[in-house]
């Protein structure tokens, strides 16, 4: 789902911009002991996580690590004895947010409650670039009756939102899922509409939230598309067969994220399948080891995490809601963990 992040709607609003980080980055070793609530966390939920995809990373020490995680009775002890904390700091403030899978109502025939296509890819949207408009596919008719259709949902607004999403999931009226994945896009620069509603003067920065616009379009039923147009960019999907419906969508390491247990982290700074100590401040703090199993474009900075809630619309309420500082502290391998202290520090 590495382009699945709620994030994404709020580009502009409040983060901040990378250019404006400092080059310098810091590296601090702590004991454990230092990481509030360690002791009280389920570990072996975070070691069954770390489990499904530390056999994908490249390093000789990490797949070291892999392997011996496989054989642990004791998974506090495994993360105690084979890791360091490291703390990294490049000048930005701690920021968490939020993503989630989306769920919709859908078909595989179109009808009169099911009317809004997801659609495949075209052929000349590869090669042109960038090829039409959300708006220009939409008056020219450029996508029907061309066998491009995977599943029509009853939700335009839902559907926009799982463009955004880039990955979801439709449940058919029989009970079965289709899960869609990113298939491409149509080359134009994707347009905030959350900041649109704040240039408009319609609300504050501080209260446009993914529910809060879903809201304004359906109450605005010629606005409320129109706001929706003010995004070019538009988003192709593919079915994605491999992933079982009771397991979470894929992240940036092509297996299936967890809910609370995985975080979309900035790979520039965080290797990806690392252990991930995350301290959330805020009205309801947090205090768990997670896994950095996926990546996104609005995820930049060491101190910059996106927390999987789940799938569904409970998952996204609670996703959509979050915007808290903190603190994140990477799990390192001893030898990789020491080889970041300044020589006369070691």
Known sequence: MKRALLAAIFVGLAMTDPSTATEETDYRLLEFAELDGWEEDDHQAALDVFLTTCRDMKSPDWRALCKAAASQTNAKTFFELFFRPVEIDDGKEALFTGYFEPELEGDTKPSSRYRYPLYRMP??????????????????????????????????????????????????????????????????????????????????????????????????PVEGPELLRHNPSYVFFREVNQVPADKGPLGAMNRSVTTMRTVAVDPRHTPLGAPVWVEKDGKNKLRRLMIAQDTGSAIKGAQRADIFFGTGDQAGRDAGRLRDPGRMVVLMPIQRAYAYLPVDAQ
Not at 129 to 149: D, F, I, T, V
Not at 160 to 186: C, D, E, K, M, T
């Open 123 to 220: 052929p000349e949207a590869r090669t042109n670039r960038p090829w039409l408009s959300r708006r220009e596919m939409e008056e020219n008719g450029a996508m029907k009756n061309r066998g491009l259709e995977i599943v029509w949902v009853d939700d335009s607004v839902e559907l926009f939102f799982l463009q955004v999403q880039g990955s979801g999931r439709v449940r058919l009226p029989n009970g079965r899922y289709i899960r869609v994945g990113y298939g491409g896009a149509n080359g134009h620069k994707y347009r905030s509409i959350g900041v649109e509603l704040v240039r408009r003067g319609i609300y504050n920065a501080h209260q446009v939230s993914a529910q809060v616009i879903k809201n304004w379009v359906r109450r605005n």
